[in-house]
């Protein structure tokens, strides 16, 4: 299928995208967030000067996406111990704003961690709050270099799998910059393949219902100039039935021992279209994904959403060209309950392999993942 869907953008804005920075300025520290809820009409930065106000956030998927979420966390715990707020409380309800992507978890637990350790030692309680943010910027640069690295991964698994280049690759909701330290998850990796000329296009998932690969991906694609195209979720069985995909690659958000992956909702319909039709199914985490602690696919707690969601149309809620768009359009009756899990899970046996910073799992076991995750984890 052809280029009469290609997209030919001309956006000429820099490439960069930051999804957010810590800053200190003379009024006390904060974390700055790239607004998501308001991409793509609008770049707006949202200032958080407590943890209540990055829980919000989070809630709201302003910052979403699990490796963010981790970092975000590690921020929030710093923000709450450099302006003097309960550390404990804030990472309490930091870890409990949304429950699925372990990383959250992670995070958080990472810059507690460094804080009660000056604590521990001694060292007071300016000494604590340098440490968690210490943490946190750690965790921030090793995201990054675990995204180059999963970028690397993964594209030397896509020329193996497909040996004849011109990757065509199907991506469902958004695994970008605006996920991570660096580039990305899966999105990386077809960065990668864009940058070394082998992608062919980028079948992009509009992702239903906050339409993260509309919204978000199709902006970071146009940003870095790739060839993408939109679709329905709904049509991606009709894209894999013309034999358009070479390859489904996604992220996750936890990632249990046994190998299932949580991630947003979606993923496993394409899994199961991916294994009737041959295609490889391509799963991009970093190792902090995988939860050891979680041992298998229904363990992994998906977390249901509103129903508004559904029932209305609410993204972009702000004025597009002049005219104002979205902003709760009903699109179904009054009253009508809405089944919203923001997440499903995909069982190993339909993911073709699972890459990481360490390396790529193939086929997908419990021992393979173990041996994988013990690489990276400073016991
Ligand atoms: O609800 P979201 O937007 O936070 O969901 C995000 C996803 O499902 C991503 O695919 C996942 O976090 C992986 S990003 C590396």
């Known amino acids: 299928m052809a280029d009469q869907y290609a997209h030919g953008s001309d956006d000429k804005r820099p490439t960069e995208i930051p999804a957010l920075r810590w800053e200190e300025p003379p009024e006390g520290p904060v974390l700055i967030l790239l607004d998501q809820t308001r991409l793509p009409a609008e770049e707006v930065e949202l200032v958080c000067t407590d943890a209540p106000a990055?829980?919000?956030?989070?809630?709201?998927?302003?910052?979403?996406?699990?490796?963010?979420?981790?970092?975000?966390?590690?921020?929030?715990?710093?923000?709450?111990?450099?302006?003097?707020?309960?550390?404990?409380?804030?990472?309490?309800?930091?870890?409990?704003?949304?429950?699925?992507?372990?990383?959250?978890?992670?995070?958080?637990?990472?810059?507690?961690?460094?804080?009660?350790?000056?604590?521990?030692?001694?060292?007071?309680?300016?000494?604590?709050?340098?440490?968690?943010?210490?943490?946190?910027?750690?965790?921030?640069?090793?995201?990054?270099?675990?995204?180059?690295?999963?970028?690397?991964?993964?594209?030397?698994?896509?020329?193996?799998?497909?040996?004849?280049?011109?990757?065509?690759?199907?991506?469902?909701?958004?695994?970008?910059?605006?996920?991570?330290?660096?580039?990305?998850?899966?999105?990386?990796v077809a960065l990668a393949a864009h940058r070394a000329g082998r992608l062919r296009r980028l079948w992009v998932d509009e992702t239903r219902p906050l339409l993260q690969g509309a919204r978000l991906t199709a902006y970071e694609a146009a940003r870095r100039g790739m060839a993408y195209t939109l679709l329905t979720d709904s049509a991606a069985g009709s894209l894999f039935a013309a034999g358009e995909v070479d390859a489904v690659l996604i992220g996750a958000d936890r990632i249990a021992a046994d190998g299932s992956v949580a991630n947003k909702v979606g993923s496993y319909p394409l899994a199961v279209l991916a294994r009737y039709h041959h295609v490889p199914f391509i799963v991009v985490a970093p190792v902090t994904t995988v939860d050891p602690q979680t041992p298998d696919g229904a363990s992994i707690e998906v977390e249901q959403r509103p129903g508004h969601e559904v029932t209305e149309v609410t993204a972009p809620r702000v004025p597009v060209a002049g005219i104002e768009a979205g902003g709760g359009i009903l699109v179904a009756p009054l009253g009508t309950q809405a089944y919203n899990p923001a997440f499903d899970v995909t069982p190993p046996e339909l993911v073709t392999a699972i890459v990481t910073e360490e390396g790529a799992v193939s086929p997908v076991t419990t021992e393979a993942l173990a041996e994988l995750c013990a690489r990276s984890r400073p016991v």
């Open 54 to 188: 990055l829980v919000e956030a989070i809630r709201s998927l302003a910052v979403r996406g699990a490796p963010l979420l981790g970092i975000a966390g590690a921020y929030g715990v710093a923000l709450a111990a450099a302006r003097g707020f309960d550390v404990d409380d804030a990472a309490a309800a930091l870890e409990g704003a949304r429950p699925t992507a372990v990383n959250l978890a992670v995070g958080v637990r990472r810059a507690l961690a460094a804080h009660r350790g000056v604590l521990a030692r001694g060292g007071d309680e300016r000494e604590a709050a340098v440490a968690a943010l210490a943490a946190a910027r750690r965790l921030h640069r090793e995201d990054a270099e675990a995204s180059a690295r999963m970028a690397g991964h993964g594209l030397t698994l896509l020329d193996e799998l497909l040996p004849g280049g011109g990757h065509r690759i199907l991506t469902h909701c958004n695994t970008g910059s605006l996920v991570s330290g660096g580039e990305g998850t899966a999105f990386a």
